[in-house]
RNA sequence: CGGGAUGUGGCUCAGCCCGGUAGAGCACUGCGUUCGGGACGCAGGGGUCGGAGGUUCAAAUCCUCUCAUCCCGACCA
C-alpha cells in the first residue's frame, strides 16, 4: 500500500490531508448558530472593571475560582492574537521559544534563596513521597538550571530564550478579573550575556521589541522607569497601558521624555538657599492639642499650612523600628522607604503595638528627642520653625528648628511625587496618569547566576557569572487592557489586530433564500481570505444580532437584509462608529480595499 | 491577614426586620404571532434557599459555627 503513490489510497489520503489544512485555516471563521459564545444581556454582579464585565458578557471568560479563569474561545481568540504578536516580535529580536515546566522543585527555590523569601504568593505543593515543589510564578531558577548545564563558553552568547506559559501567583486579594488573577499567562523571556555592557544590548533589544508589540496590539502605552520589586536586579522599565481603571499611577514630564512609577519617580528639589538655623529664633515650645491627631486638624489648630508641619510614622523593617519624618503635606512612599534603610520587608506597626512596645502615642509622634532611629524626607532640613508632635499624647511641639531641635544623618527622598512636581531631569511639570502595567523589564545581573552557580568561561579562560536580564508580558492583561482602552457603551471595540473576528457578517433575513445565498457566498469569499468572520445565521431578531455584535467588537460589521439586498448593497459599518458605507453587492473590490485598510491601519508602529 | 458586605432556579434580584404556600424578570422547551437595534401571547420544565448545628409545633427568615464570593488597605505580569 505504502508503494501505491498513484492510487486510490494516496489520492483519499492526500484529500484528506487537504481538507484538514484547509479546516485549520478557517478555524477562525464560525458561524454564530453552531459557535460556543455564550453572551450575557445582563451585567454580571461580581464584575467590576470594564474589562472584567465585557470579557463576561462577550462570552470570552468564566469565572471558576477566585482568581481562575477559564477562556471560552472567543477569549482564547483574542489570547492567540496577542500571542502570535508577541511571538512574532520576539523572534524577530532573535529570542527562541521553549517551554518549561510549570511545576518546579523546592530544591531550586532554596538554591536561589527564594524558598522563603518569596513568601505566601509561592503556592507550595507537597507530592506523594511528601516532596516539596511549587507551581511556578516565575521562572528565573528553572531557566538559569537549564542554561548552567549546557553554556560552557562566551562563544554561545548571547542567549535570549522565552516562553508563554501559566503561571500561578496566590495573589492576596485578586480582582478585576483578568486584570489580577492568581492564574495568569504570561511570556516570560531570559537573556544571558558576557557582562553588563552586552546585557545592556540585551535589555534595549527588548525594550524596543516590547515597544513594537504593545504598538501592535493597539494599545496607547508608555515605557516607564520602576521599582524592580521582588524579582530583584537594579534597572527596570514597565510597560503601562493608559487606562482609568488601572492600578498603577505613572509620572511623566509635560516637556521632556521622563517617565516613571510614582513608586520610583523622582521630583527635582531645588536645594533653596537656605538660612541657617537662627539661633535667636525662640525655643521651641509645647502647646496642648487635644485630640488632633491628623495633620489636617493640627495644621487648622495652629493655622498654618499642613507644608509646615512635620509628619511622623513609625515604619517597622527586619533593621527593626524607625521613625520615618516627612512635610506633613506629602505621602510617604513606602518603597523609598525601604530602599533608604535597604530593608527586606517594610511595614507600618498596628497603633496598639506603638502604645505597647514603643510607649509612644500615635497622632502625637515627633523627631524631637525621639528614642527610635531617624529618617528624614530631603525636604525637611529645607523646613523653618515647624510643628511635630511631642511624643505626649495631647501635645505639640511649635518652632521646631532643624539642625537645633533635632537633626540626623539619614536624609533622603521619601515622598511620593504627585501632579505639578517639577521633573529630574529638565524641571518641567508632572503629571500622573493611572495605568495598568502590561510588561516589565529588569536588568537582572549576577543574582541568579551567581546563587545558582551559572558561569561561563570567557576569552580569557576565566571563569564568570553569566549578566541575566528577564522580561514578563501578562498575555490576559494585555487582552483585558486592550478592551479598557477600546469599548464603548455598547460592548468592545477591539483593535483590529486583537480582535478575534475581524468581521461579523449579519443575515437579517434567513427565511429569503436569495439574501441568504448571498451571505453564505460572502462568508465562502471572506474565509477564503482567511479573514476571521463571525457569520450570524441564527434565527434571531435583528436587533438581537447587532446587540451581539457590538458587544464582541468586531471591527468591521457587514449587515446584509431584504432592503439592502434588493437595492444591490450591503452595509458595512465599523465598530468604532467612524464609518457607515454602502458597499455594492456585486462589485467586492471595494471591501477587499476597506479591510486591507483597516489591517494597515491598525499594524502602524510608530517609529 | 485586618475592615465592610453578600450567598435564594442557568443569570439579575425580591422575600428575611415581623418565622407558617419559595417568588419576579431574563434565559430554557413547545405552539402561534412578530421580524433593521436585546419582541409578544399561551402552555411548560427547572430551586436540598451556600453548608452544619441549634431554637421552635413550624426556619429562606431567629441564634451559633463553617465555607465561598465580592468590595476597601499591604503584593505583582
Given at each position: 500500500?505504502?508503494?501505491?503513490?498513484?492510487?486510490t489510497?494516496?489520492?483519499?489520503?492526500t484529500?484528506?490531508?487537504?481538507?484538514?489544512?484547509?479546516?485549520?485555516?478557517?478555524?477562525?471563521?464560525?458561524?454564530?448558530?453552531?459557535?460556543?459564545?455564550?453572551?450575557?444581556?445582563?451585567?454580571?454582579?461580581?464584575a467590576?472593571?470594564?474589562?472584567?464585565?465585557?470579557?463576561?458578557?462577550a462570552?470570552?471568560?468564566r469565572?471558576?475560582?477566585?482568581?481562575i479563569?477559564?477562556?471560552?474561545?472567543m477569549?482564547?481568540?483574542?489570547?492567540?492574537?496577542?500571542?502570535?504578536?508577541i511571538r512574532?516580535?520576539?523572534?524577530?529580536?532573535?529570542a527562541?521559544?521553549?517551554?518549561?515546566?510549570?511545576v518546579?522543585?523546592?530544591?531550586l527555590?532554596?538554591?536561589?534563596?527564594r524558598?522563603?523569601?518569596?513568601?505566601?504568593?509561592?503556592?507550595?505543593?507537597?507530592?506523594?513521597h511528601?516532596?516539596?515543589f511549587c507551581f511556578?510564578?516565575?521562572?528565573?531558577e528553572?531557566?538559569?538550571d537549564?542554561?548552567r548545564?549546557?553554556?560552557?563558553?562566551?562563544?554561545?552568547?548571547?542567549l535570549?530564550?522565552?516562553q508563554?506559559?501559566?503561571?500561578?501567583?496566590?495573589?492576596?486579594?485578586p480582582r478585576?478579573?483578568l486584570m489580577?488573577?492568581?492564574?495568569?499567562?504570561?511570556?516570560?523571556?531570559y537573556s544571558f550575556?558576557?557582562?553588563?555592557?552586552?546585557a545592556?544590548?540585551?535589555?534595549?533589544?527588548?525594550?524596543?521589541?516590547y515597544?513594537?508589540?504593545f504598538s501592535?496590539?493597539?494599545?496607547?502605552f508608555?515605557?516607564?522607569?520602576?521599582?524592580?520589586?521582588?524579582?530583584?536586579?537594579?534597572?527596570?522599565?514597565?510597560?503601562?497601558?493608559?487606562?482609568?481603571?488601572?492600578?498603577?499611577?505613572?509620572?511623566?514630564?509635560?516637556?521632556?521624555?521622563?517617565?516613571?512609577?510614582?513608586?520610583?519617580?523622582?521630583?527635582r528639589?531645588?536645594?533653596?538657599?537656605?538660612?541657617?538655623?537662627?539661633?535667636?529664633?525662640?525655643a521651641?515650645?509645647?502647646?496642648?492639642?487635644?485630640?488632633?491627631e491628623?495633620v489636617?486638624?493640627?495644621?487648622?489648630?495652629f493655622?498654618?499650612?499642613?507644608?509646615?508641619?512635620?509628619?511622623?510614622m513609625?515604619?517597622?523593617?527586619?533593621?527593626g523600628?524607625?521613625?520615618?519624618?516627612?512635610?506633613?503635606?506629602?505621602?510617604?512612599?513606602?518603597?523609598?522607604?525601604?530602599a533608604?534603610?535597604?530593608?527586606?520587608?517594610l511595614?507600618?506597626?498596628?497603633?496598639?503595638?506603638?502604645?505597647?512596645?514603643?510607649?509612644?502615642?500615635?497622632?502625637?509622634l515627633?523627631?524631637?528627642?525621639?528614642?527610635?532611629?531617624?529618617?528624614?524626607?530631603?525636604q525637611?532640613?529645607?523646613?523653618?520653625a515647624?510643628?511635630?508632635g511631642?511624643?505626649?499624647?495631647?501635645?505639640?511641639?511649635?518652632?521646631?528648628i532643624?539642625?537645633?531641635?533635632?537633626?540626623?544623618?539619614?536624609?533622603?527622598?521619601?515622598v511620593?511625587?504627585r501632579?505639578?512636581?517639577?521633573?529630574?531631569r529638565?524641571?518641567?511639570l508632572?503629571?500622573?496618569?493611572?495605568?495598568?502595567?502590561?510588561?516589565?523589564i529588569?536588568?537582572l545581573?549576577t543574582?541568579?547566576s551567581?546563587k545558582?552557580?551559572?558561569?561561563?568561561?570567557?576569552?580569557?579562560?576565566?571563569?564568570?557569572?553569566?549578566?541575566?536580564?528577564?522580561?514578563g508580558i501578562g498575555?490576559?492583561?494585555?487582552?483585558?487592557?486592550a478592551i479598557?482602552?477600546?469599548?464603548?457603551?455598547?460592548?468592545?471595540?477591539?483593535?483590529?489586530?486583537i480582535?478575534?473576528?475581524?468581521?461579523?457578517?449579519?443575515?437579517?433575513?434567513?427565511?429569503?433564500?436569495?439574501?441568504?445565498?448571498?451571505?453564505?457566498a460572502?462568508?465562502a469569499?471572506?474565509?477564503g481570505?482567511g479573514i476571521?468572520?463571525l457569520?450570524?445565521?441564527?434565527?434571531?431578531?435583528?436587533?438581537?444580532?447587532?446587540?451581539?455584535?457590538?458587544?464582541?467588537?468586531?471591527?468591521?460589521?457587514l449587515?446584509l437584509?431584504?432592503k439592502?439586498?434588493?437595492?444591490?448593497?450591503?452595509?458595512?459599518?465599523?465598530?468604532?462608529?467612524?464609518?457607515n458605507?454602502?458597499?455594492?453587492?456585486?462589485?467586492?473590490?471595494?471591501?477587499?480595499?476597506?479591510?486591507?485598510?483597516?489591517?494597515?491601519?491598525?499594524?502602524?508602529?510608530?517609529?
Amino acid at each position: 500500500m505504502l508503494d501505491n503513490r498513484g492510487g486510490t489510497f494516496y489520492k483519499a489520503y492526500t484529500r484528506c490531508c487537504i481538507n484538514f489544512i484547509t479546516l485549520r485555516l478557517k478555524r477562525n471563521c464560525m458561524r454564530f448558530s453552531r459557535m460556543y459564545l455564550p453572551t450575557l444581556k445582563e451585567e454580571p454582579a461580581e464584575a467590576e472593571v470594564i474589562s472584567h464585565r465585557l470579557m463576561l458578557r462577550a462570552g470570552m471568560v468564566r469565572r471558576l475560582a477566585a482568581g481562575i479563569y477559564s477562556y471560552l474561545p472567543m477569549g482564547l481568540m483574542a489570547l492567540r492574537n496577542v500571542e502570535a504578536i508577541i511571538r512574532q516580535e520576539m523572534n524577530r529580536a532573535g529570542a527562541q521559544e521553549l517551554l518549561l515546566p510549570a511545576v518546579q522543585p523546592a530544591e531550586l527555590w532554596q538554591e536561589s534563596g527564594r524558598w522563603d523569601f518569596y513568601g505566601k504568593e509561592l503556592l507550595r505543593i507537597t507530592d506523594r513521597h511528601q516532596r516539596n515543589f511549587c507551581f511556578g510564578p516565575t521562572h528565573e531558577e528553572v531557566i538559569t538550571d537549564l542554561v548552567r548545564h549546557e553554556v560552557r563558553s562566551y562563544r554561545q552568547l548571547p542567549l535570549n530564550l522565552y516562553q508563554i506559559q501559566t503561571k500561578f501567583r496566590d495573589e492576596i486579594r485578586p480582582r478585576f478579573g483578568l486584570m489580577r488573577g492568581r492564574e495568569f499567562i504570561m511570556k516570560d523571556a531570559y537573556s544571558f550575556d558576557v557582562d553588563d555592557a552586552a546585557a545592556g544590548i540585551s535589555y534595549q533589544g527588548m525594550r524596543e521589541a516590547y515597544s513594537r508589540i504593545f504598538s501592535l496590539c493597539g494599545l496607547d502605552f508608555r515605557a516607564v522607569e520602576a521599582d524592580s520589586g521582588a524579582i530583584g536586579g537594579s534597572f527596570s522599565h514597565e510597560f503601562v497601558v493608559l487606562a482609568e481603571s488601572g492600578e498603577d499611577a505613572v509620572a511623566s514630564c509635560q516637556a521632556c521624555a521622563y517617565a516613571a512609577n510614582v513608586e520610583k519617580a523622582e521630583g527635582r528639589f531645588a536645594a533653596a538657599d537656605k538660612c541657617a538655623a537662627d539661633a535667636a529664633a525662640p525655643a521651641a515650645a509645647a502647646v496642648a492639642t487635644p485630640d488632633r491627631e491628623s495633620v489636617e486638624s493640627v495644621a487648622a489648630f495652629f493655622k498654618v499650612d499642613p507644608g509646615a508641619i512635620l509628619k511622623s510614622m513609625i515604619f517597622e523593617s527586619d533593621r527593626g523600628f524607625c521613625l520615618v519624618v516627612v512635610p506633613g503635606d506629602r505621602e510617604v512612599n513606602e518603597i523609598k522607604v525601604k530602599a533608604a534603610l535597604g530593608a527586606e520587608w517594610l511595614e507600618i506597626p498596628a497603633p496598639s503595638r506603638i502604645a505597647d512596645e514603643l510607649g509612644l502615642p500615635v497622632g502625637y509622634l515627633g523627631p524631637v528627642d525621639t528614642v527610635l532611629p531617624l529618617l528624614v524626607d530631603r525636604q525637611v532640613p529645607e523646613l523653618e520653625a515647624v510643628v511635630c508632635g511631642a511624643n505626649r499624647h495631647g501635645f505639640h511641639l511649635q518652632g521646631v528648628i532643624w539642625g537645633r531641635d533635632f537633626s540626623c544623618n539619614k536624609v533622603a527622598d521619601l515622598v511620593q511625587v504627585r501632579a505639578g512636581d517639577r521633573c529630574p531631569r529638565c524641571g518641567g511639570l508632572l503629571q500622573i496618569d493611572r495605568g495598568i502595567e502590561v510588561g516589565h523589564i529588569f536588568k537582572l545581573g549576577t543574582k541568579y547566576s551567581e546563587k545558582l552557580k551559572a558561569t561561563f568561561l570567557d576569552q580569557e579562560g576565566q571563569e564568570r557569572p553569566l549578566v541575566m536580564g528577564c522580561y514578563g508580558i501578562g498575555v490576559g492583561r494585555t487582552v483585558a487592557a486592550a478592551i479598557e482602552q477600546h469599548y464603548d457603551e455598547n460592548g468592545i471595540c477591539f483593535p483590529y489586530a486583537i480582535a478575534p473576528f475581524k468581521v461579523a457578517l449579519l443575515n437579517l433575513d434567513l427565511k429569503s433564500a436569495e439574501v441568504t445565498a448571498a451571505c453564505e457566498a460572502l462568508y465562502a469569499e471572506l474565509e477564503g481570505r482567511g479573514i476571521a468572520v463571525l457569520y450570524d445565521d441564527r434565527n434571531e431578531r435583528p436587533g438581537v444580532k447587532f446587540k451581539d455584535a457590538d458587544l464582541i467588537g468586531a471591527p468591521l460589521r457587514l449587515t446584509l437584509g431584504r432592503k439592502s439586498f434588493e437595492r444591490g448593497i450591503i452595509e458595512a459599518r465599523l465598530r468604532d462608529g467612524s464609518s457607515n458605507a454602502e458597499l455594492p453587492l456585486a462589485d467586492r473590490a471595494p471591501l477587499w480595499s476597506l479591510l486591507a485598510e483597516l489591517a494597515a491601519d491598525d499594524s502602524r508602529i510608530p517609529s
